[in-house]
């Protein structure tokens, strides 16, 4: 899954696809590299990012997922709002990829359930702007792991096919340093849910807490965590560098054969 940031303020790369233009090329480039899949965001998830209303959300996403929908790829919308969901998935999305696990509006679950779409229900601690203030858990796999599962029966309970959901243990989402790692380690445990995981490792902060690297200088740490985590049983690894991950993968699982 290739990152597609409309956006002003991305951790990483906001501002540089913040065109409709530029968006498309560079959603075409991670096509042409190696990316099954496509998820277009409009608005900043990152801790401390501020929210950005529906219309304007609307604005930057729907002219990028129209530009790419004939590329030979899925493409998912990265949004918590059903009206920019539902403009989306008529402009050619097929994926809804909502940080709130479906908590955010009212109006998500039942309009996925109608459009059919795949939804990866993610867990986070509290929202965006406050979820890296001193998150805690008892456990963190066994906390992680009883909200996705709470959240997958209430999207099965909405209408949406339980074969239509992935489930995301939030990667730096109200966690610290220790907690990603211990997530990462025990993703067995999360496959025992039944559906499919998305894992995005890339570029995370915590990557920078083990080795003091910026956001553009945490390549190898995306790809150690992110081989591991397909090792782990991850089926989704949502990533900025597509062709330097697809190599990874391919030699890792030669590799193990």
Not at 88 to 114: F, K, Q, S, Y
Not at 159 to 181: C, Q, S, Y
Not at 184 to 200: F, K, M, S, W
Request: proline fraction near 4%; include cysteine; charge should be negative.
């Amino acid at each position: 899954m290739g990152v597609v940031n409309v956006t002003p303020d991305s951790f990483s790369d906001g501002g540089l696809y913040l065109d409709p233009a530029a968006a498309i090329a560079h959603g075409r480039e991670l096509v042409a590299t190696g990316a099954e899949i496509l998820d277009v965001g409009g608005e900043s998830t990152r801790p401390g990012a501020e929210p950005v209303a529906a219309e304007e959300e609307m604005r930057r996403v729907v002219p990028v997922v129209e530009g790419l929908r004939e590329l030979d790829c899925e493409i998912s919308v990265d949004t918590s709002k059903a009206a920019v969901a539902a403009a989306a998935l008529e402009a050619g999305a097929m994926i809804v990829n909502d940080v709130t696990a479906l908590r955010g509006d009212p109006e998500m679950a039942p309009l996925c359930a109608e459009r059919g779409a795949t939804v990866v229900l993610m867990h986070m601690l509290g929202e965006p702007r406050t979820m890296q203030v001193d998150p805690r858990y008892d456990d963190v796999v066994a906390d992680v792991k009883a909200f996705l599962a709470a959240r997958l029966q209430a999207a099965t309970a909405a209408g949406i096919a339980e074969e239509r959901v992935w489930l995301d243990p939030g990667i730096g989402f109200g966690k610290t340093a220790a907690h990603n790692m211990e997530l990462l380690r025990r993703l067995g445990e999360l496959r025992e849910l039944g559906r499919p995981l998305v894992i995005g490792t890339s570029r995370k902060s915590f990557i920078g807490k083990l080795d003091g690297s910026a956001a553009g200088e945490r390549l190898g740490g995306t790809i150690a965590s992110s081989v591991l985590a397909a090792v782990e049983g991850a089926e989704v690894l949502r990533v900025h560098d597509v062709a330097e991950m697809r190599q990874a993968l391919a030699v890792a699982m030669a590799i193990l054969g």
